[in-house]
């Protein structure tokens, strides 16, 4: 009975365990029916077939049979062929490389085996393997919603984050952008596990990043769980709600309209950017055609993929307000907290350069809804704990003349932490992209031509709708004659010689450019403090006595100067002789100007305009041209140059803060500041060139008139050890010294409520420190002013 019993334990055990091993196979039979239905339904029925050499499988599908059409919104869509317009770039891929190294066009892999014919597109196949890898059916080709983004964060750093998704990008937003574009270095990064992935693309969004989030994506990466490989392949991406349930890679759901049959989504590119080898590219650009309503997708010079109808979308439907571009990495973090070793761009740091780190470059947007491509005019810099780098200052892709270098690397399980970012997105959120880099200048300057109607001045509130005005209405008349000391010096050989800046020798920039000076981290960094850089310290002015007064001497900025009784004068004109005067400290300064002025003290308006040397603010000892303004007795408002928004250049031969070219003979420049009568406008003019001007909207005291003019030399003195500084004013000889010797200012002229130049009447000389620098003023037989001035501070009446 016992072993009876036991017998039929064991049968039903068996029995049990049969069942069991029955549902298990008809569990995984199930799944793999439901794997090849929807393989099935993924898949459409080829004209042709090519098998590549990565072992894809290209299907050339008749384009009216493409998955597009599967959506709701396309069921009785009319294709598109070709846009009704093309943008116009600032670059041409063709045209913007000189370096054998970099090659643009990158064919994909299948092209080896065969081509799709006309009226068909080439869709990867999508395998049962493929599928299988995902972590559900319905994840299959899907990105992660998107929580976090780098380009939402207010403050940017470069520290490890909690993120699995961590990127390094440049972004710009808050307008309304239809369209972007880049050339984008192309790697094969290692990826860790197959969970993980490492992109570099172009994102256009707009919304919020919660469930409304629209987005294109567009680029390369290596996704090992989506293709089974480590293949570096095209990629293109679309949803309207964070990426929750509408939108996928590529043609893996419906929405996206190929056109092309030449491009496979999904497809490996090939060849390879290798380390210090030829380096390859791609192009990718996405724009809106407003008159069609889709968004356009080209790959390379001219080849058209397709494009997203903007039906798809909610917030793109009809313009978006972030562009990104940059790189990204998955990371799974292991469990004992080391960060992955997946790779992005190349795997190396930015620092590598050209060869090494890998770059996006030609960074545009459109800003309008027609035929026009622009540079980006914020760009602003974010990463997790990924290094990054913008560089213009130290541009490595050698032979690029039009190039803006954005440089991405691995982000390593070392902490890196950097000062240096703040200082960068502070360069790189104020200038925009250059559309022309002069070679270096002799002096180490970099110059780059920017769009006139893309320079620093129209990020001013009030200059959002300014029309730009190329030339003034009205000059003023000149009633001065030509006096004792109103020739112009001669060089050695008894010519007239101009003064140009040192970069005039390796270039210019073309018409509708303006050359603009590029700071550099190094220039921000030997300022006192970001906010400080480009500015002149709180009420300078104010320590300018308005008559001379022994009592009202400043205890750091030192002066001899001309000026004007108060009076309403429309601008000022002198021609200045130019020195480089020696400057005792790094932190000291010299400079000879005019001063246009407004306003009581403590709430000064200024215009200024002539020669300086500041090795603090250019880190060098050159002579150099510059302006300042400000319309808050120098508290918030204006800047050096062009390194705040305001001052409107219209010319493309002269660099405000550039260095001025000459040799061992007597130079000058002449400068002439005036009143636009008609179009309220402060023009400025450098010898024979029209510069630009100030809108007289950004003062208070300088909107119809100035109350005086003055002309002189300035000095700061750090008093270091107690003793007065060595600076020199001017040539550093004193004014008794006279011609060939000191320097001058000549043919002082002011202009009056007609518009005319005159002599400025009565006029006083002042010198604070008069055993330290002094003024000789001398007036010639027609009436003109002249003076010289300067000293070489400390000397024994000057201790």
């Known amino acids: 009975m016992i072993v009876k019993g036991f017998c039929s334990f064991i049968f039903l055990m068996i029995t049990m365990a049969l069942c069991d091993a029955s549902s298990s196979r ?8 439901s794997v090849k239905k929807d393989s099935r339904l993924l898949n459409r029925t080829p004209v042709k077939s090519i098998q590549s050499k990565d072992g894809d499988i290209i299907d050339c599908v008749r384009i009216s049979h493409q998955p597009a059409f599967d959506h709701p919104l396309l069921k009785d869509h009319k294709i598109q062929t070709r846009p009704s317009f093309h943008p116009e770039g600032l670059f041409s891929e063709s045209k913007s490389s000189n370096n054998k ?43 992660e919603s998107i929580t976090n983004p780098s380009s939402i964060h207010t403050e940017l750093t470069a520290t490890a984050t909690e993120d699995l ?7 710009v937003r808050g307008d309304e952008y239809y369209g972007a574009k880049a050339i984008i270095n192309v790697w094969e990064p290692q990826v860790q596990v197959p969970g993980e992935f490492s992109s570099s693309e172009i994102w256009i969004a707009a919304g919020s990043f919660d469930s409304n989030l629209n987005s294109i994506l567009a680029g390369w990466h290596v996704l090992p769980r989506l293709y089974g490989d480590n293949n570096t392949r095209l990629f293109i991406y679309w949803t309207r709600d964070n990426f929750q349930s509408t939108g996928c890679y590529n043609l893996l759901c419906s929405g996206f309209v190929q056109t092309s049959n030449e491009v496979a989504l999904g497809a490996t590119i090939s060849p390879l950017s290798t380390f210090f080898g030829t380096q390859f590219v791609i192009t990718i650009l996405i724009w809106k055609d407003s008159k069609q309503d889709v968004w356009w997708l080209q790959y390379g010079n001219d080849t058209l993929v397709g494009y997203w109808p ?17 790189g990204q990495v998955f990371n799974l973090e292991s469990e004992n907290g080391l960060h992955t070793t997946t790779q992005m761009g190349s795997g190396h740091f930015p620092e590598e350069g050209l060869g090494g780190a890998s770059f996006l470059r030609n960074l545009q947007v459109g800003l309008t809804a027609i035929e026009i491509v622009v540079c980006p005019g914020r760009l602003r810099v974010s990463a997790h704990c990924l290094d990054w780098i913008i560089r213009p200052d130290r541009p490595r892709l050698v032979g690029l003349a039009k190039l803006r270098p954005l440089d991405f690397a691995e982000c390593r399980n070392v902490p890196r932490y950097f000062a240096k970012g703040k200082f960068q997105n ?6 925009p992209s250059p559309l022309k880099r002069s070679p270096n200048s002799l002096d180490g300057d970099m110059i780059d031509c920017i769009l006139v109607s893309h320079q620093p001045a129209f990020d001013h509130p009030s200059l959002k709708n300014h029309t730009i005005q190329m030339k003034p209405n009205y000059y003023p008349e000149e009633l001065i004659g030509v006096g004792k000391f109103n020739s112009s010096p001669h060089s050695k050989d008894g010519t007239t010689k101009p003064i140009t800046q040192l970069w005039h020798l390796n270039g210019r920039c073309p018409n509708g450019t303006v050359p603009v000076r590029r700071t550099k981290k190094k220039d921000i960094m030997r300022a006192n403090s970001i906010n400080s850089f480009g500015k002149k310290k709180q009420k300078i002015f104010s320590q300018l006595p308005l008559v001379a007064s022994a009592s009202l001497n400043s205890p750091t900025h030192e002066y001899a100067y001309v000026t004007t009784e108060s009076n309403e004068y429309y601008g000022g004109k002198a021609t200045i002789s130019v020195w480089n005067p020696q400057v005792m400290d790094p932190h000291e300064l010299s400079l000879s100007q005019i001063w246009v002025v407004g306003g009581p003290d403590s709430s000064v308006n200024t215009i200024e305009a002539g020669w300086m040397v500041s090795p603090n603010r250019f880190g060098d000892s050159n002579t150099r041209l510059f302006i300042y303004w400000t319309s808050d007795g120098y508290q918030h408002t204006g800047c050096y140059n062009l390194d705040c928004p305001g001052f409107v250049q219209t010319n493309n031969n002269i660099a405000l803060g550039g260095s001025i070219n000459d040799d061992d003979s007597q130079f000058e420049i002449t400068i002439l500041v005036w009143k ?11 010898g024979t060139e029209i510069l630009g001007y100030w809108p007289a909207s950004l003062f208070q005291y ?6 005086l003019i003055r002309w002189g030399g300035e000095v700061t003195n750090s008093k270091l050890d107690g003793q007065h500084t060595t600076t020199q004013m001017g040539s550093g000889q004193f004014a008794e010294e006279g011609e060939n010797a000191a320097s001058y200012f000549r043919n002082l002229q002011v202009v009056d409520g007609s518009n005319n130049l005159r002599p400025p009447g009565v006029i006083k000389a002042i010198a604070e ?3 330290c620098y002094n003024v000789l003023l001398q007036n010639d037989n027609d009436g003109g002013y002249y003076f010289f001035y300067g000293g070489p501070g400390r000397n024994p009446n000057c201790p």
Do not use: M
């Not at 300088?702 to 109350?707: F, P, Q």
């Open 165 to 171: 998704q961590e990127s390094a990008t440049a972004f």
């Open 310 to 326: 903007a039906s798809l979308f909610t917030h793109l439907a009809t313009n978006a307000s972030l562009i990104e571009w940059g």
């Open 702 to 707: 300088l909107t119809n008139s100035a109350s």
């Open 676 to 686: 636009d009568p008609e179009k309220e406008l402060w023009w400025l003019k450098y």
């Open 769 to 771: 420190q008069p055993n």
């Open 426 to 431: 502070v360069i790189h959120g104020t200038f």
């Open 101 to 143: 190294d970099i090659k643009n066009s990158i064919p994909q892999l299948w092209h080896l085996n065969g081509r799709c014919p006309d009226k068909t597109i080439p869709i990867k196949r999508t395998k049962q393997e493929d599928i299988l890898r995902a972590s559900s059916i319905q994840s299959f080709g899907k990105k």
């Open 26 to 33: 008809f569990g995984i039979l199930d799944q793999n029916l």
